[in-house]
């Protein structure tokens, strides 16, 4: 469309001096507008150096009019640089800009207004490409931060989820290598308790990766509703060994479903870690109240406590803190009073989602 533009303009329009050199000086547009993306500076380069040629020629020369209308395309060219060309692309060009601009007011002995107007116009254009440049700079940030975020959630989920089910998979395993030898009969029933958690992470792992790979809403799955706090006793049950003991305190009718589910995982996190780590353990007791509009979660375990400084915090209580931090609640965890380890939590009973 431009190439036929500067043609027909080239031949039709009366008066034009220098007829076939400024068409070809106006077609030398054409490449410049096809780089604009990829090569800013190069098409302002190319395109503002024609305008520059030409106005060399009005001054030299004085052949009368030498400007097309097509030539205002170098105004996009500007708009180009602005918008998608580096520090240096953008001081270079707009440098040369600026001056082949002078020239042409000069060449064409613009009076005040003129160059007044043609000014604003130009400032106007790299005003106007600076905001869309500053918009789409900050919804790629944006963009960038939802992935950081959705990255992060997934990581949570995984060790939240996998984690606690791989961990008891490995009690029971340690479990049945100590009863193979005295209690044959036994295990069996170590052996059903490792398929059945084997089956429930395979399960979990399953609805993650629909989740992950489901793109239509309209074709979206049903999927198993998050656990919450009324999970806490099937969680207790299927840790024979320690004993885990729940004890739920207070109304939680209007407790907001992610501050339910968050309770259930920081509870099982919480208590993946005293099977895991604390050593002799043999009761491990989850308490939940409510208080006033929080919620309080205590899990704690009768294990002794070694000497030295305490271990470092792994993925799991970072996750567990991220958890309570989200919702706007807290969450400690260390060495108890009474030996062991304890982990709390606070959380508001309206957090949103």
Not at 56 to 84: C, E
Not at 211 to 225: F, G, I, S
């Amino acid at each position: 469309m431009f190439t036929v533009a500067v043609l027909v303009e080239g031949i039709l329009r009366p008066g034009l001096a220098w007829r076939p050199l400024v068409t070809v000086l106006a077609l030398a547009l054409l490449p410049a507008l096809l780089w604009r993306r990829a090569r800013p500076l190069v098409a302002v380069l190319t395109g503002w150096g024609a305008a520059g040629l030409l106005s060399v020629l009005q001054l030299t020369a004085h052949p009368g009019d030498l400007g097309l209308h097509a030539m205002m395309a170098t105004l996009i060219l500007l708009y180009s640089l602005v918008r998608w060309g580096s520090g240096r692309e953008i001081v270079l060009g707009t440098a040369f800009v600026t001056v082949v601009a002078v020239l042409g007011m000069y060449a064409t002995s613009a009076g005040r207004a003129d160059a007044f107007g043609g000014s604003v116009l130009l400032l106007l254009l790299v005003a106007l490409a600076v905001v869309f440049r500053y918009r789409a700079d900050l919804w790629r940030r944006r963009q960038r931060e939802i992935r950081n975020q959705e990255r992060v959630a997934l990581a949570r989920e995984l060790h939240d989820t996998v984690a606690h089910h791989v961990s008891a998979i490995a009690v029971q395993a340690q479990a049945g290598g100590v009863v193979a030898g005295s209690h044959p009969e036994k295990a069996a029933e170590v052996l059903a308790a490792i398929e059945s958690e084997a089956s429930r992470t395979l399960e979990e792992m399953r609805s993650m990766v629909r989740v992950l790979r489901e793109e239509e809403e309209e074709e979206a799955v049903a999927y198993a509703p998050q656990p919450g706090l009324a999970d806490l006793p099937a969680l207790a049950r299927a840790h024979p060994a320690p004993t885990v003991e729940v004890s739920l305190d207070g109304s939680f009718a209007r407790l907001a479903r992610p501050v339910d589910t968050a309770l259930y995982r920081l509870a099982q996190e919480s208590l993946t870690n005293a099977v895991r780590h604390a050593r002799s353990a043999t009761r491990v007791a989850i308490d939940v109240r409510r208080e006033g509009d929080a919620v309080r979660l205590r899990v704690s375990d009768d294990g002794r406590t070694g000497p030295g400084p305490a271990p470092e915090p792994g993925f799991g209580l970072l996750g567990m803190a991220e958890r309570a931090q989200l919702l706007g609640g807290s969450l400690s965890a260390g060495p108890g009073p009474d030996g062991g380890w304890v982990v709390e939590a606070v959380l508001p009973v309206a957090a949103s989602a």
